[in-house]
């Protein structure tokens, strides 16, 4: 699309500005709202940021909101970063493994194990997180970052995406290695690897918030307080007992847990453009 | 001593189809051999067997007197320019060519020695760090030709290199690829399917069709002495022309009775094989050429026709000063001794 006409110019931005305005509004609002006092927020959000901001930053990162049943937001944000880094780390090494296993390999039951891990597609956390809960709970791993992030680490979805990935390796290429004298770790380490890049960097991106949102097993499996994490903190927040919600402290620690989401997606962001822009024949 | 034995090697595929039934030949050291045929006729399952990417039905492969049947690609000492190049889309020409040697271990000084080496005969020398994104097809294909010669192996194998390349520079590359081969000396086993790839390059010609030998040997000899029909309708360009024949007593007569030659290669039905630059105008001549379409290439011209009576298609290729034009009748003689006469049956060649 070239064309250049200045009606058609204003019409596309005014639909793309009111898209985005959409999307940002309610981040901007909880901006806002983590600017005030908590008097000036149950009262109404503002539309403007307040004068509050070091004050309200300072108590989230500082003291800490022990009174609401939260412990300090630094030691969330650590365990939801342990928890999401793991789940996303997990879940890549597994399925990038699996999925070469299942390509590469003529084993007994090949298509078995495909289908087999095909299938656990449909089987979500939440569907099968009583039996889960209860496996966690016999092996003793409630209340550890193991018991938060090992269930999770299973993934049909970067399974099956790696292998529809590699059955698109060109053969020539893994003779070419056979001849070259790379076993089949060392193709996997110097060839496949590599050239999963771009798919690396995305499903990183994917998983990683994926992990970091997680909020129904963490509240599941942790009861002590040193293991929260900070999704389910706020909720913890929201939900103090009788006292009124202190909101402009809430939205701060959102504000503060989109932070990491953010870092990790400009980080890979150079990654993706790279790998369009350098798409390999 | 023959570099490369193949004996009674057999190959059937998962499920059951039989590609190649019995084939056996050998490649003399040095040797360039050429593998051709129709496609499909099982060339690349054939090199693909002696790479060791394929295993072996039946049969016995021996490269440099060892028998290799049960051995990796690495350990065959043997290395391989594929059709696509298959070269490593993240890795720099510099490591594509060393990635074979790092694997094997050998010092970083001597690998640098010889990728350098390597890279100079090819002429590559400013594009070791680039990506092989950032290089022309032909170039490309040098590098493929470079990862191939780094390791010094006891014999090349080419499955259609020149197949992507255009028409100029698969000429060029063909020349450089003979060149190079003859000055390192290696044993070489070339597939193609294009005959005047087959003709230029080879020492050794095979031809197969449907997983079988038709005729292996010197290329002139195989152009002058075609074993059977299907050999001589394969090679040469454009293809030798068949006339069903009669060979009685007297000599041997087309269909329509006019007297091809004077002595007989056996008696009863046999065909004629003639090849376009053998047939001559001639007024005399027993062949009348109904004259459809000429095709003039400058030194020469093509007449495309049929044959007067019997409507068989035939092809002469004449001196560009005899064109005659479409319409005319053109009566042609076979220049004498250049008729091979073939079984009507089986299509071997007679005498
Ligand atoms: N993996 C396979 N499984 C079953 N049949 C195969 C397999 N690979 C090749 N074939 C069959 O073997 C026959 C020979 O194949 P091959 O690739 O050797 O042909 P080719 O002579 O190299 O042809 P081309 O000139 O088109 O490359 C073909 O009929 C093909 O269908
Ligand atoms: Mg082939």
Same mark, same amino acid.
């Given at each position: 699309? $070239?064309?250049?006409?200045?009606?058609?110019?204003?019409?596309?931005?005014?639909? +793309? $500005?009111?898209?985005?305005?959409?999307?940002?509004?309610?981040?901007?609002?909880?901006?806002?709202?983590?600017?005030?006092?908590?008097?000036?927020?149950?009262?109404?959000?503002?539309?403007?940021?307040? =004068?509050?901001?070091?004050?309200?930053?300072?108590?989230?990162?500082?003291?800490?909101? @022990? /009174?609401i049943g939260a412990p300090p937001i630094g030691l969330m944000l650590f365990n939801s970063l342990i928890m999401a880094l793991a789940i996303t780390i997990g879940k890549i090494v597994i399925s990038l493994l699996s999925s070469f296993a299942i390509v590469y390999f003529r084993f007994p039951f090949r298509v078995l194990a495909f289908w087999t891990i095909f299938v656990t597609l449909m089987l979500p956390v939440e569907v099968r997180i009583l039996p889960t809960y209860e496996v966690v709970a016999q092996l003793g791993m409630l209340n550890s970052y193991a018991g938060l992030? $090992?269930?999770? $680490?299973? @993934?049909?979805?970067?399974?099956?995406?790696?292998?529809?990935?590699?059955?698109?390796?060109?053969?020539? *290429?893994?003779?070419?290695?056979?001849? =070259?004298?790379?076993g089949p770790m060392k193709f996997f380490r110097d060839i496949l690897v590599p050239l999963s890049r771009t798919n690396l960097a995305a499903l990183f991106v994917? *998983?990683?918030?994926?992990?970091?949102?997680?909020? +129904?097993?963490? *509240? +599941?499996?942790? /009861? =002590?307080? @040193?293991?929260? /994490?900070?999704?389910?903190?706020?909720?913890?927040?929201?939900?103090?007992?009788?006292?009124?919600?202190?909101?402009?402290?809430?939205?701060? /620690?959102?504000? *503060?847990?989109m932070l990491p989401p953010v870092a990790v997606i400009i980080g890979m962001q150079r990654l993706f453009v790279r790998g369009l822009v350098e798409t390999e024949k | 001593m023959a570099q490369i034995e193949i004996e009674n090697v057999r190959k059937v595929y998962p499920g059951g189809v039989e590609v190649i039934p019995d084939l056996s030949f050998d490649i003399a050291a040095g040797e360039l051999c050429v593998l051709?045929?129709?496609?499909?006729?099982?060339?690349?399952?054939?090199?693909?067997? &002696?790479?060791?990417?394929?295993?072996?039905?039946?049969?016995?492969?021996?490269?440099?007197?060892?028998?290799?049947n049960e051995l990796e690609p690495v350990e065959r000492d043997i290395s391989m320019v594929f059709q696509n190049y298959a070269l490593y889309p993240h890795m720099s020409v510099y490591d594509n060519m060393a990635y074979g040697l790092r694997n094997r271990g050998e010092p970083k000084t001597t690998i640098d020695a010889a990728v350098r080496k390597a890279a100079k005969t090819l002429g590559l020398e400013d594009y070791l760090s680039r990506k092989p994104r950032q290089l022309s097809g032909g170039q490309r294909q040098r590098v493929a030709m470079g990862r191939a010669i780094v390791r010094e192996p006891a014999a090349f194998l080419f499955d259609e290199p020149l197949s992507n390349l255009d028409a100029k520079l698969r000429v060029k590359t063909r020349v450089e690829i003979r060149d190079l081969q003859q000055r390192l000396g290696t044993t070489s086993i070339?597939?193609? !399917?294009?005959?005047?790839?087959?003709?230029?390059?080879a020492d050794q010609l095979v031809i197969m069709n449907a997983g079988r030998i038709e005729q292996a040997g010197p290329p002139l000899e195989i152009y002058e002495r075609p074993a059977s029909v299907f050999v001589g309708g394969f090679i040469g360009s454009p293809p030798m022309n068949f006339l069903p024949c009669f060979a009685g007593a007297g000599g041997v007569e087309t269909a329509t009775g006019q007297r091809l030659s004077g002595d007989s290669p056996a008696m009863g039905d046999v065909t004629a094989g003639v090849r376009p630059e053998d047939l001559t105008p001639d007024a005399a001549g027993p062949l009348p050429l !109904?004259?459809?379409?000429?095709?003039?290439?400058?030194?020469?011209? !093509? &007449? !495309?026709?049929?044959?007067?009576?019997?409507?068989t298609d035939l092809v002469a290729s004449l001196p560009g000063s005899d064109a005659p034009n479409p319409g005319e009748v053109l009566r042609l003689a076979p220049n004498p001794g250049k008729l091979h006469y073939f079984s009507a049956e089986t299509g071997r060649r007679l005498g």
């Open positions: 699309m $070239i064309e250049n006409r200045p009606v058609l110019n204003i019409v596309q931005h005014v639909i +793309l $500005i009111l898209g985005v305005t959409v999307f940002v509004f309610p981040i901007w609002l909880a901006f806002v709202a983590s600017t005030h006092t908590a008097r000036d927020v149950n009262s109404g959000i503002p539309l403007l940021p307040g =004068d509050q901001m070091w004050e309200n930053y300072a108590q989230v990162l500082g003291e800490g909101l @022990s /009174t992030s $090992i269930p999770l $680490i299973a @993934s049909a979805t970067a399974t099956f995406l790696f292998r529809q990935f590699f059955m698109t390796v060109p053969d020539e *290429l893994t003779e070419a290695a056979r001849v =070259d004298g790379a994917i *998983l990683f918030i994926y992990g970091w949102n997680q909020y +129904l097993w963490p *509240l +599941l499996v942790t /009861t =002590d307080e @040193s293991y929260y /994490t900070v999704v389910m903190g706020i909720q913890r927040m929201a939900n103090a007992g009788e006292e009124q919600p202190l909101w402009n402290l809430i939205m701060a /620690t959102a504000i *503060l847990a | 051709v045929g129709p496609s499909g006729c099982g060339k690349s399952t054939l090199l693909r067997m &002696v790479a060791g990417l394929e295993p072996i039905t039946g049969g016995e492969i021996r490269i440099a007197g060892r028998r290799v070339y597939v193609t !399917h294009d005959q005047l790839e087959a003709m230029t390059l !109904h004259v459809r379409v000429v095709e003039r290439l400058g030194a020469t011209v !093509h &007449v !495309h026709g049929v044959l007067e009576e019997t409507e």
